[in-house]
């Protein structure tokens, strides 16, 4: 079985188009303080092979991949002519997605031993959210219930873009979901939706939707 490799960061090359995939690269520095008596890792240049599939469902294009800070999950490859891979190693593509700043610094702590106190801060966070203007309420994504009639639809990539770039900025959805109160069936917001699903949030900020009494 081939060794999985996971890479984080942000890509250090454009997006270059090779025959019906992409590729772009991304660099590992080595551990500065090496054992004693051996010699100390440089950076290691990757070469990520990715469809276009992949890159439509993390939301990445030629424009922001290199403003984006990405976890990449695949596997070695040797398998590819070395005009294709100027990287020193070739990683085949399983899963791509893009890391907010709050994921970003949970997976930092994970990586880094001595961080239990910010784990236990970030826990905190969690438990006491902020939500945007009109929010009425904070539910978990995973009791949302999404209609038939949203399903058979996407929102404008353009769109669903913003949202995105406004979550990583400040780090909330820029408007809350609107759901019904008894049955929590959505009834607006399928964008913010997508993103929030999109980027691993699972806890989301909600109004209710109003119900009119006609007399």
């Known amino acids: 079985m081939a060794h999985k490799i996971t890479l984080t960061g942000k890509p250090v090359s454009a ?3 090779k025959k019906n995939f992409y590729t772009f690269d991304m660099g590992e520095k080595g551990s500065p303080a090496a054992p004693k008596g051996l010699p100390t890792s440089s950076t290691i240049t990757y070469t990520v092979f990715i469809n276009q599939k ?3 469902k993390a939301g990445l294009t030629e424009e922001n991949i290199q403003n984006r ?4 999950q695949g596997e070695p490859t040797l398998d590819v002519p070395v005009d294709d891979c100027p990287g020193e190693i ?4 399983f899963q791509v997605s893009v890391i907010p700043e709050k994921q970003k610094e949970a997976l930092n702590a994970e990586k880094e031993p001595g961080k239990e106190q910010e784990k236990k801060e970030e826990v905190k966070a969690e438990e ?5 203007e009109g929010t009425e309420d904070f539910i978990s994504l995973d ?11 996407r929102p404008n990539p353009y769109k669903t873009q913003l949202v995105i770039d406004h979550v990583e900025q400040a780090g909330i959805l820029d408007e809350p979901i609107t759901i019904n ?12 939706y997508i993103v929030a699903e999109k980027l691993g949030i699972k806890t989301v900020p909600v109004m209710y939707e109003k119900i009119s009494i006609e007399s």
């Open 69 to 72: 800070k990405i976890m990449v």
């Open 143 to 153: 009791q949302i219930q999404v209609p038939e009639s949203f399903l058979q639809t």
């Open 90 to 93: 070739g990683i085949v593509c």
């Open 181 to 192: 109160r008894e049955t929590k069936v959505l009834t607006d917001g399928y964008k913010r």
């Open 54 to 56: 992949q890159l439509k």
């Open 128 to 132: 006491q959210p902020k939500g945007p």
């Open 15 to 17: 997006l270059r188009l």
